[in-house]
T-cell receptor
């Protein structure tokens, strides 16, 4: 299995509090992604990174920011969590090229009360 | 219109049945195609890539039709363990490397 871990795996927080989710990889892959998955919507891209300090927005980036200061870490921050951000968050990594395979972390379940 | 469309199902089939899923994509520049499998409350995992000539892996066959912009997944001799959600994934060439996921098709195989 690809070396990718997410933390925390579960978190319950209150509206208005900041939250940071961490994705850590040991594969030295170039691409890293944050998705959220909600019933009826499937996986939706929040932000992605194509290198250290190189990030860009996905389709549902409002209310989220990211940082990638090292190849192995990709942080997702909710500056002020809202109940609509209750979701399961998946980090994924990819080497790029034509293989197309993404390796996913086990997910982080976030509940905002 | 979503870039990648799938019938959400659920497809409810008996063991041993053959079942087929289709997925359509809207971007004609799409280059690479994949099927992922996701078990309940788990992360998605690659099931198989889809090649232009079609490809088979055991009971699973994937086909690509570029002219009509759809891919398909055929599962023969369904097993109980095939119950899962199957996600269609499309990768479009260009400056960014962003796979786009369909919403998934749910399969339930019953005894």
């Amino acid at each position: 299995d690809a070396g990718i871990t997410q933390s925390p795996r579960h978190k319950v927080t209150e509206t208005g509090t900041p939250v940071t989710l961490r994705c850590h990889q040991t594969e030295n892959h170039r691409y890293m992604y944050w998705y959220r998955q909600d019933p009826g919507h499937g996986l939706r891209l929040i932000h992605y990174s194509y290198g250290v300090k190189d990030t860009d927005k996905g389709e549902v980036s409002d209310g989220y920011s990211v940082s990638r200061s090292k190849t192995e870490d990709f942080l997702l921050t909710l500056e002020s969590a809202t109940s609509s951000q209750t979701s399961v968050y998946f980090c994924a990594i990819a080497p790029g090229g034509n293989t197309g395979e993404l390796f996913f972390g086990e997910g982080s379940r976030l509940t905002v009360l | 219109r979503k870039e990648v469309e799938q019938d959400p199902g659920p497809f409810n089939v008996p063991e041993g049945a053959t079942v087929a899923f289709n997925c359509t994509y809207s971007n004609s520049a799409s280059q690479s195609f994949f099927w992922y499998r996701q078990d309940c409350r788990k992360e998605p995992k690659l099931l198989m890539s889809v090649y232009s000539s079609g490809n088979e892996d055991g009971r699973f066959t994937a086909q690509l039709n570029r002219a009509s912009q759809y891919i398909s997944l055929l599962i023969r001799d369904s097993k109980l363990s095939d119950s899962a959600t199957y996600l269609c994934v499309v990768l479009t060439s260009g400056g960014s490397y962003i796979p786009t996921f369909g919403r998934g098709t749910s399969l339930i195989v019953h005894p």
